[in-house]
């Protein structure tokens, strides 16, 4: 149908690079014959004893119309590695049954010669981009601009078939095994079949791709050309020394796959977007830098050299005086200052304008990559799925074909057993959060009590250290744990795709992780010092250990230390997991390799052949596979990265700052990864990025609520506007004056009624709160200024919300989720379809009528 034709866009130009590429034969990629070529490899043990199965499966494998070869590895005799090839015929009827979309016809663009001109004389004054790969950095993949359409053997005299050895990409050769590796039998019966579950019983011991050669090469890039696409992208991708340039997301989908290309083209926009975010962050952190001593706080704390404030615990403190805590006031006002509102502002704003471009700059990747209509194509179903409920059948609406069915009783009862799952997990991380803060409870005292002067003088600052350190163990902790719990009740409720299984995965790694991450920061920044009471009158955690309350400048420095804490071991956790333990990984598989040699070496033996000499099959197995949860855990990573730059980002400005250093990192650690340290994945398709789209949005409009909470009751921007405002010097006239505001936000207290001191001079001390003097006549009640700042504060919510979901809304109606230039291009594309389809019919009936001999006229037969 002539709505089916897509144009889809390659690279613009060829160079001297491509013809080395296209010509050069793929070292280790081929069959003994030097002819077929590699296109899978299945790793099976001989000590395996699971022998009928494999041979089962194999022999339906060339039922299928697979090519299959056996080859020993050289450096384990017990490995035996099936080397996989597809035919033409083979991979056309399921190029056709996958809908697969190939090159149709050659692109015809529309441009206005002016605008076109224009374009060309204002970039020839533009200076070169540095962060720009050259043309001549990246060979053309694909010959030409090409229309595409789903692939039909009735229709292939439509396509553009130059070479049938290169018109199906290795990546689509692969897609295509694996299709029917998923749905071959092993034994009799329809439950019995698919590479998974033999992957699970152990019948073969891995399944996968292999890369296109090495990754390194002799001689240099510029001068002999790159080997292959994978020292291609080594070389202008994995590289460290490539971190400021652009990522080549049309060589990374031609490699990978479209799903690990839009994760890629993903992440380099969203570190692209923090740019900006960081450096309002640096703005706002470097003025309460400079303000720092001015502070009129400050300096109202530094110099209160007089006024002595309550013990802060129970039985190894004592009174205090104000000017001690003068490094902490200048601390806090770092992160506590004026610019504190228009930040939160600023990121509530920015994390919808980053949603909104990356809609845009998605519609135009997947137009780019021929996507727009994939997800209008039906999904096949998982293997598992097809196993479970294989006798219940029902009508698809859409194919019109029997498929196997899950009733809704059935998935109501799973879904419950799901949900109650995840409630017990959550539950199990609040009981984890309320043991740190017993902890933090004991520590207060004995950290007090300690003889180590540096501490006992800075006891609160260690008992927060050490809880956030405590605290981040235990996250690491429960995060091998839940991984393990979402995988089985993920399995537990059958999901019917495979986008279906990985959606519902994600979704509880996301709660589990995004619960276990920040529900200690979610205590500090709303409950620490709320509850804890008033002199004398001190609530206490089961009659026995009192509760923590806030220093006199405030519990926001605790939050800050919380985030600031959890966010850098984070990160370097996550980056030692990602690279370090694969490379340590496969160190030791080559230190065995050299083990064995030297072992058969001394036996009198073969030599094993040198490493560089191996087979690339044997090469990969040596690497380690990609996580069985595809992309899940990358994207979780900077999903939780993003809920922490723009959650609590009012207490912590720098954060992301620190969120764009590590991506910067990020990209090109996990491009190393990809390219040198995993086997080559299963290149998929995908048309986003998922849930994770919902999961973002849901993020920034919880960032709103709770920026909004954290600036009215974790800050103390609130109580000083009330102050100045109206207990001021000078009262409304001047709202920025606050002197004498320390001394305002200071209540009495009668010492003597507890502790029996008789001085006059030392009786009295001053703790943080709104309360009446102990010689009123309703002593400690809160006072009309406690109510006033209540009041301020809710008010200070409601409009910080209305007003940021209202400048949102509006912004994400300004923005259109498709460029007006890609829409006209695609009605344009849509126009000429009609006529393309109607000249290749005829072309195609003028050449048969030539062939048989008979006249033919130039109109529609």
Same mark, same amino acid.
């Given at each position: 149908?002539?709505?089916?034709?897509?144009? #889809?866009?390659?690279?613009?130009?060829?160079?001297?690079?491509?013809? #080395?590429?296209?010509?050069?034969?793929?070292?280790?990629?081929?069959? $003994?014959?030097?002819?077929?070529?590699?296109?899978?490899?299945?790793?099976?043990?001989?000590?395996?004893?699971?022998?009928?199965?494999?041979?089962?499966?194999?022999?339906?494998?060339?039922?299928?119309?697979?090519?299959?070869?056996?080859?020993?590895?050289?450096?384990?005799?017990?490995? !035996?590695?099936?080397?996989?090839?597809?035919?033409?015929?083979?991979?056309?009827?399921?190029?056709?049954? !996958?809908?697969?979309?190939?090159?149709?016809?050659?692109?015809?663009?529309?441009?206005?010669?002016?605008?076109?001109?224009?374009?060309?004389?204002?970039?020839?004054?533009?200076?070169?981009?540095?962060?720009?790969?050259?043309?001549?950095?990246?060979?053309?993949?694909?010959?030409?601009?090409?229309? #595409?359409?789903?692939?039909?053997?009735?229709?292939?005299?439509?396509?553009?078939?130059?070479?049938?050895?290169?018109?199906?990409?290795?990546?689509?050769?692969?897609?295509?095994?694996?299709?029917?590796?998923?749905?071959?039998? +092993?034994?009799?019966?329809?439950?019995? !079949?698919?590479?998974?579950?033999?992957?699970?019983?152990?019948?073969?011991?891995?399944?996968?791709?292999?890369?296109?050669?090495?990754?390194?090469?002799?001689? *240099?890039?510029?001068?002999?050309?790159?080997?292959?696409?994978?020292?291609?992208?080594?070389?202008?991708?994995?590289?460290?020394?490539?971190?400021?340039? =652009?990522?080549?997301?049309?060589?990374?989908?031609?490699?990978?796959?479209?799903?690990?290309?839009?994760?890629?083209?993903?992440?380099?926009?969203?570190?692209?977007?923090?740019?900006?975010?960081?450096?309002?962050?640096?703005?706002?952190?470097?003025?309460?830098?400079?303000?720092?001593?001015?502070?009129?706080?400050?300096?109202?704390?530094?110099?209160?050299?007089?006024?002595?404030?309550?013990?802060?615990?129970?039985?190894?403190?004592?009174?205090?005086?104000?000017?001690?805590?003068?490094? +902490?006031?200048?601390?806090?006002?770092?992160?506590?200052?004026?610019?504190?509102?228009?930040?939160?502002?600023?990121?509530?704003?920015?994390?919808?304008?980053?949603?909104?471009?990356?809609?845009?700059?998605?519609?135009?990747? #997947?137009?780019?990559?021929?996507?727009?209509?994939?997800?209008?194509?039906?999904?096949?179903?998982? *293997?598992?799925?097809?196993?479970?409920?294989?006798?219940?059948?029902?009508?698809?609406?859409?194919?019109?074909?029997?498929?196997?069915?899950?009733?809704?009783?059935?998935?109501?009862?799973?879904?419950?057993?799901?949900?109650?799952?995840?409630?017990?997990?959550?539950?199990?991380?609040?009981?984890?959060?309320?043991?740190?803060?017993?902890?933090?409870?004991?520590?207060?005292?004995?950290?007090?009590?300690?003889?180590?002067?540096?501490?006992?003088?800075?006891?609160?600052?260690?008992?927060?250290?050490?809880?956030?350190?405590?605290?981040?163990?235990?996250?690491?902790?429960?995060?091998?744990?839940?991984?393990?719990?979402?995988?089985?009740?993920?399995?537990?409720?059958?999901?019917?795709?495979?986008?279906?299984?990985? &959606?519902?995965?994600?979704?509880?790694?996301?709660?589990?992780?995004?619960? &276990?991450?920040?529900?200690?920061?979610?205590?500090?920044?709303?409950?620490?010092?709320?509850?804890?009471?008033?002199?004398?009158?001190?609530?206490?955690?089961?009659?026995?250990?009192?509760?923590?309350?806030?220093?006199?400048?405030?519990?926001?420095?605790?939050?800050?230390?919380?985030?600031?804490?959890?966010?850098?071991?984070?990160?370097?956790?996550?980056?030692?997991?990602?690279?370090?333990?694969?490379?340590?990984?496969?160190?030791?598989?080559?230190?065995?390799?050299? $083990?064995?040699?030297?072992?058969?070496?001394?036996?009198?033996?073969?030599? !094993?052949?040198?490493?560089?000499?191996?087979?690339?099959?044997?090469?990969?197995?040596?690497?380690? *596979?990609? &996580?069985?949860?595809?992309?899940?855990?990358?994207?979780?990573?900077?999903?939780?990265?993003?809920?922490?730059?723009?959650?609590?980002?009012?207490?912590?400005?720098?954060?992301?700052?620190?969120?764009?250093?590590?991506?910067?990192?990020?990209?090109?650690?996990?491009?190393?990864?990809?390219?040198?340290?995993?086997?080559? *994945?299963?290149?998929?398709?995908?048309?986003?990025?998922?849930?994770?789209?919902?999961?973002?949005?849901?993020?920034?409009?919880?960032?709103?609520?709770?920026?909004?909470?954290?600036?009215? @009751?974790?800050?103390?921007?609130?109580? $000083?506007?009330?102050?100045?405002?109206?207990?001021?010097?000078?009262?409304?006239?001047?709202?920025?004056?606050?002197?004498?505001?320390?001394?305002?936000?200071?209540?009495?207290?009668?010492?003597?009624?507890?502790?029996?001191?008789?001085?006059?001079?030392?009786?009295?001390?001053? =703790?943080?709160?709104?309360?009446?003097?102990?010689?009123?006549?309703?002593?400690?009640?809160?006072?009309?200024?406690?109510?006033?700042?209540?009041?301020?504060?809710?008010?200070?919510?409601?409009?910080?919300?209305?007003?940021?979901?209202?400048?949102?809304?509006? @912004?994400?109606?300004?923005?259109?989720?498709?460029?007006?230039?890609?829409?006209?291009?695609?009605?344009?594309?849509?126009?000429?379809?009609?006529?393309?389809?109607?000249?290749?019919?005829?072309?195609?009936?003028?050449?048969?009528?030539?062939?048989?001999?008979?006249?033919?006229?130039?109109?529609?037969?």
């Amino acid at each position: 149908h002539p709505s089916q034709i897509r144009g #889809t866009s390659r690279f613009a130009s060829g160079t001297t690079n491509t013809s #080395t590429l296209k010509e050069r034969p793929p070292s280790g990629l081929m069959f $003994r014959d030097g002819k077929k070529r590699i296109d899978y490899i299945l790793v099976y043990r001989k000590s395996s004893p699971l022998v009928e199965k494999r041979v089962t499966f194999e022999r339906n494998l060339r039922a299928e119309g697979l090519m299959l070869e056996k080859v020993p590895s050289l450096t384990n005799t017990d490995i !035996m590695f099936v080397k996989i090839h597809v035919p033409w015929d083979t991979l056309c009827k399921y190029a056709e049954q !996958m809908n697969i979309r190939m090159p149709f016809r050659k692109k015809m663009y529309f441009t206005d010669w002016k605008s076109k001109v224009m374009g060309r004389q204002i970039k020839s004054w533009l200076p070169s981009n540095p962060m720009k790969l050259d043309k001549e950095a990246l060979p053309d993949l694909e010959e030409t601009d090409c229309y #595409t359409a789903p692939f039909s053997r009735a229709r292939m005299h439509h396509f553009t078939i130059n070479n049938r050895q290169t018109f199906f990409s290795n990546s689509t050769r692969s897609r295509i095994v694996h299709h029917v590796l998923q749905r071959t039998k +092993y034994e009799d019966g329809k439950s019995k !079949m698919g590479i998974n579950r033999l992957l699970g019983n152990g019948t073969y011991e891995a399944a996968f791709p292999p890369h296109e050669g090495g990754y390194r090469s002799r001689h *240099p890039i510029n001068t002999h050309g790159a080997q292959n696409h994978r020292h291609l992208l080594y070389e202008r991708w994995a590289r460290w020394g490539m971190w400021y340039k =652009y990522q080549p997301l049309d060589l990374i989908r031609r490699y990978f796959g479209e799903k690990i290309g839009l994760y890629f083209a993903w992440l380099g926009w969203y570190t692209g977007m923090l740019i900006p975010a960081a450096l309002v962050g640096l703005f706002v952190f470097l003025y309460g830098l400079f303000t720092m001593d001015t502070s009129q706080v400050s300096k109202e704390i530094c110099e209160a050299n007089t006024t002595i404030m309550c013990p802060m615990c129970e039985q190894n403190c004592k009174p205090w005086k104000l000017s001690d805590s003068c490094v +902490y006031a200048k601390v806090t006002h770092l992160f506590d200052n004026g610019g504190t509102v228009f930040f939160a502002i600023f990121m509530a704003i920015w994390a919808t304008v980053f949603l909104e471009f990356w809609k845009r700059r998605r519609a135009e990747l #997947t137009y780019d990559w021929d996507l727009i209509d994939w997800e209008e194509e039906e999904e096949n179903l998982r *293997p598992q799925f097809e196993a479970k409920y294989s006798r219940l059948e029902r009508v698809n609406h859409i194919s019109g074909k029997p498929e196997p069915f899950q009733p809704f009783t059935d998935k109501l009862s799973r879904l419950i057993i799901s949900v109650s799952g995840i409630f017990f997990m959550i539950s199990l991380v609040l009981t984890a959060v309320f043991a740190v803060v017993v902890f933090r409870l004991i520590a207060m005292e004995k950290f007090a009590s300690i003889d180590w002067e540096f501490v006992k003088k800075n006891w609160q600052f260690a008992t927060s250290g050490t809880g956030v350190c405590i605290n981040f163990m235990i996250i690491m902790s429960l995060n091998v744990v839940y991984e393990k719990v979402a995988y089985l009740l993920t399995n537990l409720e059958h999901p019917r795709t495979e986008s279906e299984w990985e &959606n519902s995965f994600a979704l509880k790694m996301f709660l589990f992780q995004f619960v &276990n991450l920040n529900s200690s920061t979610f205590y500090i920044a709303f409950f620490l010092g709320r509850f804890a009471g008033r002199p004398g009158k001190y609530n206490q955690l089961f009659n026995r250990w009192r509760l923590e309350e806030c220093h006199p400048s405030g519990c926001l420095i605790d939050l800050c230390l919380q985030m600031g804490v959890i966010m850098v071991l984070k990160q370097i956790w996550n980056n030692f997991m990602e690279l370090g333990y694969p490379l340590l990984q496969n160190w030791w598989s080559r230190r065995k390799m050299k $083990r064995t040699e030297s072992k058969e070496r001394t036996g009198g033996g073969q030599n !094993m052949e040198n490493k560089v000499q191996l087979p690339q099959w044997d090469k990969d197995w040596n690497l380690q *596979p990609m &996580n069985a949860h595809g992309l899940v855990d990358e994207y979780l990573e900077m999903v939780l990265q993003f809920g922490f730059i723009t959650i609590f980002v009012a207490a912590f400005p720098l954060a992301p700052l620190l969120a764009l250093l590590n991506n910067i990192i990020e990209i090109r650690l996990d491009a190393y990864k990809f390219v040198t340290q995993w086997r080559r *994945p299963m290149p998929a398709r995908a048309t986003d990025i998922g849930i994770w789209h919902g999961i973002l949005e849901g993020i920034g409009v919880l960032a709103v609520i709770t920026n909004a909470f954290v600036i009215a @009751i974790t800050s103390d921007y609130i109580p $000083r506007f009330v102050y100045a405002f109206r207990y001021g010097p000078c009262g409304n006239v001047c709202l920025t004056i606050t002197v004498g505001y320390m001394n305002s936000s200071l209540s009495v207290f009668d010492m003597g009624e507890r502790w029996n001191v008789s001085e006059e001079q030392s009786r009295y001390c001053r =703790y943080r709160d709104y309360r009446a003097s102990p010689r009123s006549p309703v002593p400690y009640d809160f006072t009309l200024q406690f109510w006033h700042v209540l009041a301020a504060r809710l008010a200070f919510i409601i409009v910080f919300e209305h007003l940021v979901f209202g400048v949102k809304s509006f @912004i994400a109606y300004l923005i259109p989720d498709m460029p007006k230039s890609l829409c006209d291009r695609m009605r344009r594309e849509k126009y000429l379809t009609q006529e393309m389809m109607y000249e290749a019919e005829l072309e195609h009936l003028q050449e048969e009528r030539k062939k048989n001999g008979r006249r033919y006229h130039h109109e529609w037969p």
